[in-house]
């Protein structure tokens, strides 16, 4: 079978599921489990799906809801928010915004650490009580329920009153030639006001959010110092970002 003939089966059984595991494609394709990973991998570079562990989802499928996404990548997930850690340091003042990472990155924080947080990612609250030198300062605002942020003039304008030492920011897309895209206009002109308040910004990102784009700017990859993923810092799939200059982690 030609590989684009396994490309059209795939895309198919997609379409059809809305979420296929690498397994049962090589059983469906009569191919290894590798060659079926390998065609995800170029499939999700081209957009036309993202990887998930253990298989794929729809692309139209990403970004999930907020409560969706808690379960989505979640080995992944703890990879970067331990890879993060290293950035946080006692007295810094943070900027974090929405996702499911950035709560990751808290809940991995050591207990005694030192930091004060401003946020409009509403789900970082329970998680942060347990931090007795946590100060957490949360941003006003329009009340998003699929992302769990708040948004808006006020959000902003709140934002705008601070300067971070660093922004950890949850992306939705990053990619070498368009930089850091959102899916959402407002939750976009947050980042870029947090991006603008910041000393440094870090961008965290999961696999399936590399080389992707998104309708709404948020910066260029100039404005970013670290990448923060869950592979390798010398996995091939990061060298057009390692060209534009940023760190690798």
Do not use: W
């Not at 494609?25 to 191919?31: G, K, M, N, Q, W």
């Not at 340091?89 to 950035?102: C, L, Q």
């Amino acid at each position: 079978m030609l590989k684009e003939e396994r490309f059209e089966i795939i895309l198919k059984e997609l379409n059809k599921k809305k979420k296929i595991r690498f397994e049962d494609l090589a059983i469906r394709l009569h191919v290894s489990e590798d060659t079926v990973r390998r065609d995800i991998d170029i499939l999700h570079r081209n957009g036309l799906l993202s990887k998930a562990r253990g298989g794929a989802i729809l692309r139209e499928k990403d970004p999930l809801t907020f409560h969706d996404r808690t379960s989505f990548l979640t080995k992944e997930k703890d990879i970067i928010a331990l890879k993060t850690q290293q950035f946080l340091k006692n007295g810094m003042t943070v900027f974090m915004d929405g996702g499911t990472t950035v709560c990751a990155v808290v809940a991995h924080m050591p207990l005694d650490i030192t930091l004060r947080i401003i946020t409009n990612n509403y789900s970082v609250v329970p998680i942060a009580q347990k931090f007795n030198h946590v100060e957490l300062i949360l941003l006003g605002g329009t009340y998003e329920r699929d992302l769990a942020v708040t948004s808006g003039l006020t959000t902003c304008y709140e934002a705008s009153k601070y300067i971070a030492d660093a922004f950890i920011m949850g992306t939705c897309a990053i990619n070498p030639e368009f930089g850091v895209t959102s899916v959402s206009l407002t939750d976009g002109e947050t980042k870029k006001v947090m991006v603008q308040s910041s000393k440094k910004t870090i961008a965290l990102a999961s696999r399936n959010k590399l080389h992707q784009s998104e309708a709404f700017k948020v910066c260029e990859t100039d404005r970013i110092s670290t990448l923060i993923t869950d592979l390798s810092s010398d996995d091939p799939e990061l060298d057009p970002f390692r060209k534009s200059g940023i760190r690798i982690i």
